[in-house]
């Protein structure tokens, strides 16, 4: 009720008006009598209150002079909306306070470290109504592990923990978090590092930014993927680097005398960004060797060093650099919720101590009630724990999506030969334009991410985009891949072969029979292996693909109305699918019922027979 | 026990040998066998792994090569307190990780961006261990709302509204905070802004910081106050910017034509950093009139905006501003426990839309979940209630000191005629040296800040120091003042008048007899205000001061052995003190019984009637 909140005091000094006036701007400013909501009529609040109507009557016309309240007709007083828009002309205590008129000040001459461009980020805010989002970095919040974050948090904000992390204030961060990173974290990738040679930052932005201050001008040259991590390019553009754009191939960043003339190597080896491909050992040991001969820096972004999923993770630059020139790097937010922001920076202690001024100069310190929440997320093994888990619901997903992929778009697409990451770098048919499929993918309901922004060249390929796992549910992968490959097809029908104009020629029921008994057919997975399929003579099959994760299955094939069909265990969902087949010398066409080009394989030793 | 941590697996095709170690070191480096923990001895271990002896004295052989554990004579092994500073050879799963050696790269002739200086910080972190903490900006820990904050983050770290924050990420702000921000703090300020004139940071330092990076390069002249925020012109030199230094007087920024050739202003209004001197309406009248003729953009730095104790607080300039030009920074640190970090800036829309993006590129967004739990703990009125505890516990602390300086240090010490702050900027006797009586007062428990670092110029003069009440509790006050007193008057012997020199006459029994009865004394507070006393022929007193809260006092006075007695009831803490009286002209002057001087008055029409 209104005049509970409206005391008015008989020996004030202040008039009944002045009182009443004062109580009911301050209610509505602070939100205890909302925008929107009723206010008793004149008549009533005079009875509430104790005083004449007239006095009320006279604070409501100034109230509605002011724009704080209005008036509707037939219905009473309200709120005005305009309060919560900040948009009243008068604010209490402030008689002075003006509206700007048009002759006012506009800062923008003003400017002077202005950012020329700022990389738009490729997804949408509302991403997660989408019903397919393939996109990375991103969660789906049932990933988020919530109950023991409340824990660890709940624990690193008791009164105890609240006088202990009060005292670190300056420039110092929580011995209890650098202890953690140092014993559970750091011995993972190879490193070790005492607490002097740890730096916490508000997440990975903000080191690779104060690395950024402290090793790179306009007199130096920094070597960086190409493509690569757009933020980090944005940075150095920022601090008039001279870039150099070294371009990777299928174990990372290339190795050449193309780096001689750079200072500075910024690199992603755990999974390059954005193609997800990891450096090898030979290739660490050669950046390393560079940097050792050429005298060069090494900055090294391990935001990802988790998800390796075939075989295990190779230890970071850092853990295997002999002279001190690799500058680590990396964050907790794939496992904390985003927005609580804690990473880290490894380097020597002189590095870590002008980092550290650096740092005190821009913020002091990232926030300590954080970071002693982390650190006893940490220490409680809810790390460890959800580090686990979030690999396994990875895994799951990135072989979900590469199953998918390979079913529905086979010989169309090709993510490279990648060990892990939560994305793949997807290569889409010669005249595909990533971009169009990006924006026609959207109206489906399916989110793929544009590649353009990783590329600082403008001649980046167009037939390109990226598929992410982390924020859409293993069971949505499917479907939505499904119904990407018909959108993709429906793209590029214009250039596919069809059945009517293909190259070769058609089998007939008969030669199906001839060929395909006993034949051995081999083609390629679009994840860049190799997969042998042998038509065993009695209406089996045997099925293999290479790489590091070789699998096997088996199946059954037979001839039925001038097309071959197939059924394999596990591959393919197990379904049962048939095909026209055309023979061009000894590649072998797939094409289904209605005509479109499937795959294409090659039939080894076949020999036209007709 | 030790041997349910170590899991052998016999069909393993690592040795036993292998995994044993694998499991010690692992259980080392997490901390689940702690540094300086005893291990079993060999033959103990072995038994209860069921393995041959010999395996596990080569696995604690190793170890030890290693540095993992050590052996102590006729005492056993144990894990080595080496490993948590560190300092182990080598790690796991990285055979590889070096020990840098001498040749190792140094990497500090790389620094560019290296800070040439970094403001010392003036006070010790072991603080709180001194028994007279006379320091600004430092908490007693008494003073967090724990409970509090506790409630709110606790409400803030729900599943729902863990959801909530995480989507926010990227660049966006807390609407939650910004309204509460818009809603409950602002409109103390007189000022009234959108969400998108509003912009969250961590920690005001940040808000200069980002501030700088927008409006300073080396074409910009900034006026700053001298003395000043020793940060913020750390900042300014950082960008390159030219610094104009404009000194203060007691109504705050000196306003005149040196400011024409600025082209920003930096000033701290509501308590001028480090004087604590709030400026006039008039004076923010000039500065807004200054800013528009000369076309100057202000930045108000509000810092301490609540702990006006005597009067209202101002409006700020960015509420007084009609045409644009005042980029207003405050921050939540002095109610919430400091370590959490939240600041904000409020200026026109396209100002904070380009800080946004200078915010994104160095760290994205301050921390959401400190963002949401801080707009809840202004949303459950906690930051009202408790602004208004820290105002009525600040201001007791402040009027203790005020008083124990007047009455220890009467004459001798000036604190300038101050509305409010959390701190004395105190002028001691020419002849002082602060930072000796800084150096001597830390020796006998007694922490004050000496004022060096405020002064861009070197000339700054050497018998100031401040006193701050934010660290040290009521009662502690009046002690710590008694003993600085003590030792300001022991540094300053040589240079203080004393009774057997001093100019003038020492008036007798008899002559104070004829003089006193119905004499008016006038004299002046340390805190600049005249304070008249009057002895009444009945032996009665009568004091009052001037300034805005003025006192007045009754007390009794009387003769007693060539003395004069006097006793307040309140002021001087009600004690009883003597003291000998020495005319010169109408000065008089007081001594205590140890002859030192203490006081000069004035007696009104004095006559020597000698």
Avoid at 331 to 339: D, E, I, P, R, T
Avoid at 507 to 533: N, R, T
Wanted: net charge negative; hydrophobic share 35%; with cysteine.
């Amino acid at each position: 009720m209104i005049s509970r909140l409206i005391h008015i005091d008989a020996n004030s000094d202040d008039s009944l008006q002045s009182q009443i006036r004062h109580k009911l701007v301050e209610g509505i400013l602070v939100g205890s009598f909302a925008a929107g909501s009723k206010l008793p009529s004149s008549r009533k609040l005079a009875t509430q209150l104790g005083v004449s109507r007239n006095t009320v009557v006279l604070v409501y016309q100034s109230l509605l002079d002011e724009g704080y309240i209005e008036s509707r007709e037939r219905s009473g007083i309200y709120v005005s909306e305009k309060v919560s828009q900040g948009k009243v002309e008068l604010v209490q205590n402030s008689p002075l306070q003006p509206s700007f008129d048009d002759s006012s000040t506009n800062n923008h001459h003003r400017f002077k470290g202005a950012l020329a461009t700022t990389t738009a980020t490729s997804c949408p805010q509302n991403w997660h109504k989408y019903n397919f989002p393939f996109i990375d970095g991103k969660f789906d919040s049932s990933l988020y592990p919530v109950k023991e974050w409340r824990e660890a948090n709940t624990k690193a904000n008791t009164p105890r923990e609240i006088y202990q992390w009060s005292e670190l204030q300056g420039a110092e961060d929580d011995p209890m978090l650098l202890d953690e990173i140092r014993t559970k974290i750091l011995p993972r990738r190879g490193i070790q590092a005492n607490r002097d040679e740890i730096l916490i930052t508000v997440g990975s932005q903000q080191a690779l930014y104060l690395i950024c201050q402290l090793f790179v001008d306009s007199t130096v040259t920094v070597g960086v993927e190409e493509p690569g991590y757009p933020e980090m390019r944005e940075l150095l553009v920022n601090q008039g680097a001279k870039l150099h754009y070294q371009p990777i191939d299928d174990k990372g960043l290339v190795v050449d005398e193309q780096l001689n003339h750079c200072d500075i190597i910024y690199t992603t080896p755990s999974h390059q960004t954005p193609t997800s491909i990891t450096m090898s050992m030979d290739r660490r040991d050669e950046v390393l060797k560079k940097a050792h001969e050429q005298d060069l820096l090494i900055i090294e972004d391990d935001f990802e060093f988790e998800s390796n999923f075939l075989g295990q993770p190779h230890p970071a630059l850092r853990s295997l650099d002999r002279d001190n020139r690799v500058v680590y790097i990396s964050c907790l937010s794939k496992v904390l919720a985003s927005g609580i922001q804690i990473g880290f920076i490894v380097a020597d202690s002189g590095v870590i101590a002008e980092l550290k001024k650096l740092r005190k100069m821009v913020m002091r310190n990232p926030p300590l009630n954080n970071q002693r929440a982390v650190a006893y997320f940490l220490s409680l093994g809810y790390y460890d724990a959800f580090m686990m888990h979030l690999h396994k619901v990875f895994f799951e997903r990135w072989l979900t999506l590469r199953e998918a992929l390979n079913t529905y778009l086979p010989n169309c697409i090709d993510t490279g030969p990648i060990q892990g990451g939560t994305a793949y770098w997807i290569t889409g048919p010669k005249q595909l334009d990533g971009e169009h499929l990006r924006e026609e993918a959207a109206k489906v309901g399916i989110l793929i991410e544009p590649v353009k922004r990783y590329f600082a060249s403008t001649a980046h390929p167009e037939n390109c985009f990226r598929m992410g796992v982390t924020s859409i549910p293993n069971e949505k992968i499917r479907p939505g891949v499904q119904k990407l490959a018909a959108l993709v097809h429906q793209l590029t029908a214009d250039y596919e072969e069809k059945l009517t104009n293909a190259k070769g020629k058609l089998l007939s029921e008969a030669a199906l029979k001839q060929a395909l008994p006993g034949a051995l057919l081999e083609c390629q997975m679009v994840y860049g292996v190799p997969c042998s399929i042998e038509l065993l003579a009695d209406g089996r099959m045997k099925g293999r693909t290479g790489g590091t994760d070789s699998e096997v299955d088996m199946g059954r094939w037979w001839i039925e109305g001038g097309m071959y069909y197939r059924q394999w265990k596990l591959w393919a969902y197990g379904e049962v699918k048939g095909f026209y087949v055309i023979m061009d010398g000894d590649e072998m066409k797939w094409f289904d019922q209605n005509y479109c080009f499937v795959r294409q394989l090659e039939l080894k030793g076949y020999k036209d027979q007709s």
